[in-house]
């Protein structure tokens, strides 16, 4: 299975402030198509998992503008800039580009 | 509206059996993947299979092949996920998935004697 890995895995931010979680994969996510397919899911206190960004930086619809991913091959970061309260979460990458799809372990974002 | 409604929170006895449901609405079932994530307490998110509903064509995640069975009913658009024998480890939330884009509430399945 290809390995995610994220860090860091506790993410204290200040209100306003912005925040980077980094997720690299044990393989390129490339597919054979040409696209990477690298998702991100924040999963707030007693909620199903949402998905914020899917093919490395694209947003799904109603995500706010403050969430963005990038990065490539096997390196990818989310940023979230003007960190509100109700950020705060386990945000998850997710590489769908191999069966079985794999996620990172997590990181659990907290407010100071 | 696309909306996966998962079957209620079950709590049963090792060695029973289990089928849980994800009735699913708001779109053409038979068009896309559904698939069946498990999270164990306080712990984080684990593939465990997919399923096309078109043909029944089935993966699994080698770590779940043979303990879990899934299936899909065209006929009224639900998914399962069925065990056949439960151990206490089963005991997890349960999510049904349609493109990674749209999540079930959840099933809490509790395994305990």
């Known amino acids: 299975d290809v390995v995610m890995t994220q860090s860091p895995l506790s993410l204290p931010v200040t209100l306003g402030q912005s925040a980077s979680i980094s997720c690299r994969s044990s393989?390129?996510?490339?597919?054979?198509?040409?696209?990477?397919?690298l998702d991100w899911f924040q999963q707030r206190p007693g909620q199903s998992p949402r998905r914020l960004i899917y093919k490395v930086s694209n947003r799904d619809s109603g995500v706010p503008d403050r969430f963005s991913g990038s990065g490539s091959g096997t390196d990818f970061t989310l940023k979230i800039s003007r960190v509100e309260a109700e950020d705060v979460g386990v945000y998850y990458c997710?590489?769908?580009?191999?069966?079985?799809?794999?996620f990172g372990q997590g990181t659990k974002v907290e407010i100071k | 509206e696309v909306q996966l409604v998962q079957s209620g929170a079950e709590v049963k006895k090792p060695g029973e059996s289990l089928k849980i449901s994800c009735k699913c609405s708001g779109y053409s079932f038979t068009t896309y993947w559904i698939g069946w994530v498990r999270q164990m307490p306080g712990k984080g998110l684990e593939w465990m299979g997919i399923i096309y509903p078109a043909d029944s064509e089935t993966r699994y995640s080698p770590s779940f092949e043979g303990q879990v069975t899934i299936s899909a009913d065209k006929s009224i658009n639900t998914a399962y996920l069925h065990w056949s024998s439960l151990r206490a480890s089963d005991t997890a939330m349960y999510y049904c998935?349609?493109?990674?884009?749209?999540w079930g509430q959840g099933t809490l399945v509790t395994v305990t004697s």
């Open positions: 393989q390129s996510l490339i597919y054979s198509d040409g696209n990477t397919y």
């Open positions: 998935v349609q493109t990674q884009h749209y």
């Open positions: 997710m590489q769908g580009t191999y069966w079985p799809q794999t």
